[in-house]
């Protein structure tokens, strides 16, 4: 399985063109193609001026729609809190400085 796996390393595209490149290859800028059936070749071929690039990088993989589905938004909602109840733990604070509500007597 690991010489499998070093096989398909070897024969990556990405891999092949960049190891073209490191030896001086370029790609054609105007290719010709050779008929087989008649023998003609088809284009004009010319020297390469190393202008084009290999473009072997494969395309990003989109998501399908399932696993990007549109955002839900939710509206605001106004909370209108009813008046306190004025004893007990949860009554407002006195303004006094000493811990206490004001009842108590000194």
Same mark, same amino acid.
Not at 1 to 5: A, G, P, V
């Given at each position: 399985?690991?010489?499998?796996?070093e096989l398909d390393d070897l024969r990556d595209? =990405?891999?092949? !063109?960049?190891? !073209?490149?490191?030896? /001086?290859? @370029? $790609? $054609?800028?105007? $290719?010709?193609?050779? *008929?087989? !059936?008649? /023998?003609? %070749?088809? &284009?004009?071929?010319?020297?390469?001026?190393? @202008?084009?690039?290999? /473009?072997?990088?494969?395309?990003?993989?989109?998501?399908?729609?399932?696993?990007?589905?549109?955002?839900? %938004?939710?509206?605001?909602? @106004?909370?209108?809190?009813?008046?306190? %109840?004025?004893? /007990?733990?949860? !009554?407002?604070?006195? &303004?006094?400085?000493? &811990?206490?509500?004001? *009842? =108590?007597? *000194?």
């Open positions: 399985q690991s010489l499998r796996m595209p =990405q891999r092949l !063109a960049d190891r !073209a490149l490191s030896m /001086g290859m @370029v $790609p $054609p800028d105007s $290719p010709a193609f050779l *008929d087989l !059936a008649t /023998g003609r %070749v088809l &284009g004009n071929s010319e020297p390469s001026t190393g @202008v084009n690039k290999f /473009g072997i990088d494969a395309p990003a993989a989109a998501k399908p729609g399932s696993l990007r589905p549109d955002p839900i %938004v939710l509206e605001r909602e @106004v909370i209108i809190r009813p008046e306190r %109840v004025r004893d /007990g733990a949860a !009554a407002p604070a006195t &303004g006094r400085r000493d &811990g206490t509500n004001g *009842d =108590q007597r *000194d």
